[in-house]
């Protein structure tokens, strides 16, 4: 049997540099990177993706060929066939290029909007005898791949596999919370329940952010996280607890806003029968819940300073006393605290205590807003699509080109909240188009409707329009309508607009109810 040398020097060629990967420290996004082009290298496609396996979905790591918003989705594996089949074979899989079968890609492969008869090839990848995740190929010629091409694949996943393990040591040696995220996976998996949410993105704002919770999450520090409405606070700070020493304990979480102040201490420290009245029974307090574990306190900001002070005195003595209770209780929790507002200048305007906010910002941690975060729009957009397929019960969401590119040019004030809710209507629109449908559907530009916009800010007037009217009767036109604004902005939230124009819920009541403002939802809305 001749052997062609010619091949099989380009075949070694190809792989020498993987080989000499296994000894490197590099980022896994980068040896996946590289896995990928060498993979397309030997056998040339027109896509190519590695997945990882998370319970019972599959995570895109790395993508070549593929539509950069596929990295911001997941796949549960029940919803695909193919990759279930993939995941099944002790092999390579070869699928018939007219397979009946959905393929999980369609509309994703950047060299053609849909995938009918095209050749489909994949592996699963084994670490420690077992299923780690996935290697896929597509190419739209049909008789692509050959037999050959099987038994190349085949070789090159025993070296894509002592890659991926060469990474997870390099990774288990760099970061310690790996222990407790396999841990969670695994719990997560036994629950058989839908996976969290969890942060996303590549930009680099966000991999400074990742490496500041990396650095934080270890200690017991007080976090204090800052950044602007919808940017995802909250997650950074279950990521925070997650990657820390009691993510085996509880996260108890307290939106410092939605309280009335003389609730908010019972709340958070608890009470005894007959404290007060309608306190019928003897109930813990949030500090208690969270004992050995993690508080967190969304909204810090609308805290009262009596409420501030006691919040101290827990932080600095561990000691809770309930209401109505000559009784302390010792607690051990870390503080995570979280604001749309600068608590240095509260402090500046009297409405934080100076020792509370020091206590609280031992490490700060700034959240980009999404203007910052360039193309991980596109990944956000992927994952808010895929909730939306399971929703719709479509077999696949994708975006044309000018969506796309509508979704990048976009200003998004509301961060990711925003895109999250311009997500899930472009995709009622486009659902609206074909009723009853299950096929897949492509979101379009004009579905997106991104001319909603906030309601501007009324500005001082720098000229005198219309009839002249007293300075008294123009200063309370300007307020109404100041007030007016901001309730609009907040989708008739008072306790949110009162957030946002440095007050409280009750005076801003009262200024609304003094101007005349009526028919508003501020009693249902706080």
Same mark, same amino acid.
């Given at each position: 049997?001749?052997?062609?040398?010619?091949?099989?020097g380009?075949t070694?060629?190809?792989?020498?540099?993987?080989?000499?990967?296994?000894?490197?420290?590099?980022?896994?996004?980068?040896?996946?990177?590289?896995?990928?082009?060498t993979?397309?290298?030997?056998?040339?496609?027109?896509?190519?993706?590695?997945?990882?396996?998370?319970?019972?979905t599959?995570?895109?790591?790395?993508?070549d060929?593929?539509?950069?918003?596929?990295?911001?989705?997941?796949?549960?594996?029940?919803?695909?066939?193919?990759?279930?089949?993939?995941?099944?074979?002790?092999?390579?899989?070869?699928?018939?290029?007219?397979?009946?079968?959905?393929?999980?890609?369609?509309?994703?492969?950047?060299?053609?909007?849909?995938?009918?008869v095209?050749?489909?090839?994949?592996?699963?990848?084994?670490?420690?005898?077992?299923?780690?995740?996935?290697?896929?190929?597509?190419?739209?010629?049909?008789?692509?791949?050959s037999?050959?091409?099987?038994?190349t694949?085949?070789?090159?996943?025993?070296?894509?596999?002592?890659?991926?393990?060469?990474?997870?040591?390099?990774?288990?040696?760099?970061?310690e919370?790996?222990?407790?995220?396999?841990?969670?996976?695994?719990?997560?998996?036994?629950?058989?329940?839908?996976?969290?949410?969890?942060?996303?993105?590549?930009?680099?704002?966000m991999?400074?952010?990742?490496?500041?919770?990396?650095?934080?999450?270890?200690?017991?520090?007080?976090?204090?996280?800052?950044?602007?409405t919808?940017?995802?606070?909250?997650?950074?700070?279950?990521?925070?607890?997650?990657?820390?020493a009691?993510?085996?304990?509880?996260?108890?979480?307290?939106?410092?806003?939605?309280?009335?102040?003389?609730?908010?201490?019972?709340?958070?420290f608890?009470?005894?029968?007959?404290a007060?009245?309608?306190?019928?029974?003897?109930?813990?307090?949030?500090?208690?819940?969270?004992?050995r574990?993690?508080?967190?306190?969304d909204?810090?900001?609308? @805290? $009262?300073?009596?409420a #501030?002070? =006691?919040? &101290?005195?827990?932080?600095?003595? +561990?000691? *809770?006393?309930r209401?109505?209770s000559?009784r302390?209780?010792?607690v051990?929790v870390?503080?995570?605290?979280?604001?749309?507002?600068?608590?240095?200048e509260?402090?500046?305007?009297g409405?934080?205590?100076?020792?509370?906010?020091?206590?609280l910002?031992?490490?700060?941690?700034?959240?980009?807003?999404?203007?910052?975060?360039?193309?991980?729009?596109?990944?956000?957009?992927?994952?808010?699509?895929?909730?939306?397929?399971?929703?719709?019960?479509?077999?696949?969401?994708? @975006? $044309?080109?000018e969506? #796309?590119? =509508?979704? &990048?040019?976009?200003?998004?004030? +509301?961060n *990711?909240?925003e895109?999250?809710?311009?997500?899930?209507?472009?995709?009622?629109?486009?659902?609206?188009?074909?009723?009853?449908?299950?096929?897949?559907?492509?979101?379009?530009?004009?579905?997106?409707?991104?001319?909603?916009?906030?309601?501007?800010?009324?500005?001082?007037?720098?000229?005198?329009?219309?009839?002249?009217?007293?300075?008294?009767?123009?200063?309370?036109?300007?307020?109404r309508?100041y007030?007016?604004?901001?309730?609009?902005?907040?989708?008739?939230?008072?306790?949110?607009?009162?957030?946002?124009?440095?007050?409280d819920r009750?005076?801003?009541?009262?200024?609304?109810?003094?101007?005349?403002?009526?028919?508003t939802?501020?009693?249902t809305?706080?």
């Amino acid at each position: 049997m001749e052997v062609d040398m010619t091949a099989s020097g380009t075949t070694l060629a190809a792989l020498l540099p993987l080989m000499d990967d296994l000894s490197v420290d590099l980022p896994n996004a980068e040896r996946y990177r590289r896995l990928l082009a060498t993979l397309r290298e030997l056998l040339p496609c027109d896509a190519s993706a590695i997945l990882r396996l998370d319970g019972d979905t599959l995570v895109p790591l790395a993508v070549d060929g593929l539509s950069l918003d596929t990295l911001g989705r997941r796949f549960r594996i029940a919803d695909h066939p193919r990759f279930a089949m993939l995941l099944a074979s002790p092999g390579p899989t070869l699928f018939p290029a007219d397979s009946p079968l959905p393929d999980p890609y369609d509309g994703l492969v950047a060299a053609a909007p849909r995938l009918d008869v095209h050749d489909c090839m994949g592996c699963r990848l084994e670490t420690g005898g077992q299923a780690w995740g996935l290697l896929t190929l597509d190419a739209l010629e049909p008789g692509r791949f050959s037999q050959d091409d099987i038994d190349t694949l085949r070789a090159f996943a025993s070296l894509a596999a002592a890659t991926v393990m060469a990474g997870m040591r390099m990774a288990r040696l760099a970061h310690e919370a790996d222990r407790e995220r396999a841990r969670a996976e695994s719990f997560q998996a036994a629950a058989n329940r839908a996976t969290p949410r969890t942060l996303l993105g590549r930009s680099p704002a966000m991999q400074r952010l990742m490496e500041e919770i990396a650095v934080v999450a270890p200690s017991e520090l007080a976090v204090l996280i800052r950044g602007e409405t919808g940017t995802g606070k909250e997650l950074v700070a279950q990521a925070v607890h997650a990657a820390s020493a009691r993510a085996d304990r509880p996260l108890i979480a307290v939106n410092c806003a939605a309280f009335p102040a003389q609730l908010l201490e019972s709340e958070l420290f608890g009470h005894v029968r007959g404290a007060f009245s309608g306190a019928t029974s003897d109930r813990r307090g949030k500090f208690e819940l969270a004992d050995r574990g993690t508080l967190f306190l969304d909204e810090v900001a609308d @805290l $009262s300073l009596a409420a #501030q002070a =006691a919040m &101290l005195r827990v932080m600095q003595s +561990g000691h *809770v006393q309930r209401i109505g209770s000559d009784r302390e209780h010792h607690v051990d929790v870390r503080i995570i605290a979280a604001s749309n507002r600068d608590l240095a200048e509260e402090v500046r305007e009297g409405r934080c205590r100076a020792d509370f906010f020091h206590r609280l910002s031992a490490y700060p941690i700034i959240v980009p807003n999404l203007r910052e975060r360039g193309t991980d729009v596109l990944l956000l957009a992927g994952a808010f699509l895929e909730e939306n397929r399971a929703r719709h019960h479509r077999t696949g969401l994708r @975006l $044309s080109p000018e969506a #796309q590119q =509508a979704l &990048l040019d976009a200003p998004w004030p +509301g961060n *990711v909240r925003e895109l999250e809710h311009t997500i899930g209507r472009a995709v009622l629109k486009a659902s609206a188009r074909s009723p009853g449908a299950t096929g897949a559907l492509t979101v379009e530009a004009g579905d997106l409707d991104l001319s909603i916009a906030p309601a501007p800010i009324p500005q001082a007037p720098t000229a005198i329009e219309g009839p002249v009217i007293g300075l008294r009767a123009a200063v309370t036109r300007f307020e109404r309508d100041y007030i007016l604004a901001a309730v609009r902005r907040h989708d008739g939230n008072w306790a949110a607009a009162a957030r946002e124009l440095g007050t409280d819920r009750a005076n801003l009541r009262r200024s609304a109810t003094r101007l005349g403002i009526r028919g508003t939802t501020q009693d249902t809305r706080d």
